[in-house]
């Protein structure tokens, strides 16, 4: 099953403009993290941000995490075309065992396509 | 500076084949996990491995047998393949982390068909 519902699962944007990307989960988690996949290469982190955190940057990104609403945002801004890729939201459960680790297991969702024409 | 090495990039099999999917890392990283990637779905948790001798199921594990008798290796092996592994393979691994966790770093991805 996939933890991870994003919305939308396609998004069509001119360079400069900015993309948002969202994400809902299910579960209690204790990260969620964002990967990005350039068509035939694998995932690269963009970034995580922890469940006791509510807003983290880096560079053009922007991720939001509201854990009473179980969802989370992806903001990219001044969009370019080499932006142009899959995005995954990942979520890292909070498990029952006395540290609530999940040894870092990750459930992801089924990506947003991302397209920023020049 | 290779990270996460996933051998072979492309394979082909008939049904009923065997074979051994290869990643290797490099960072000294103590989890590792495989995940099979098809087409509009994410990416699904076969098996991983917590440090070297062990490893546990997935979300997916049936059909596969993994082990991990070296840190820096961690193997996936179809024993009987079937079209329904037809599938890109990725190997990802992570540092520990604790509650707080850790980024994965992912290889390139295997190509497998199944005939």
């Known amino acids: 099953s996939q933890q991870g519902e994003e919305d939308p699962q396609a998004l069509s944007i001119q360079e400069g403009e900015n993309a948002t990307m969202n994400c809902s989960y299910k579960?209690?988690?204790?990260?969620l993290q964002w990967y990005r996949q350039n068509s035939g290469r694998g995932l690269v982190h963009l970034i995580l941000?922890?469940?006791?955190?509510r807003e983290k940057h880096s560079g053009r990104l922007r991720v939001t995490l509201d854990t009473s609403k179980k969802s989370s945002s992806l903001l990219i801004t001044a969009s370019r075309a080499a932006d142009t890729a899959s995005y995954f939201c990942a979520t890292s459960p909070r498990e029952g065992n006395a540290g609530g680790t999940s040894y870092g297991k990750l459930t992801f969702g089924q990506g947003t396509i991302l397209t920023v024409h020049p | 500076n290779a990270g996460v090495t996933q051998t072979p990039k492309f394979r082909v099999l008939k049904t009923g084949q065997s074979m051994t999917l290869l990643c290797a890392q490099d960072m000294n990283h103590e989890y590792m996990y495989w995940y099979r990637q098809d087409p509009g779905m994410g990416l699904r948790l076969i098996h991983y491995s917590v440090g070297e001798g062990t490893t546990a199921k997935g979300e997916v594990p049936d059909g596969y047998n993994v082990s991990r008798l070296k840190k820096q290796n961690f193997l996936l092996g179809l024993e009987s393949a079937a079209p329904s592994q037809t599938s890109v393979y990725f190997c990802a691994s992570s540092s520990l982390g604790g509650p707080k966790g850790q980024p994965q770093h992912f290889g390139d991805g295997t190509r497998l068909s199944i005939l």
């Open positions: 579960t209690s988690i204790n990260n």
């Open positions: 941000i922890r469940s006791n955190e």
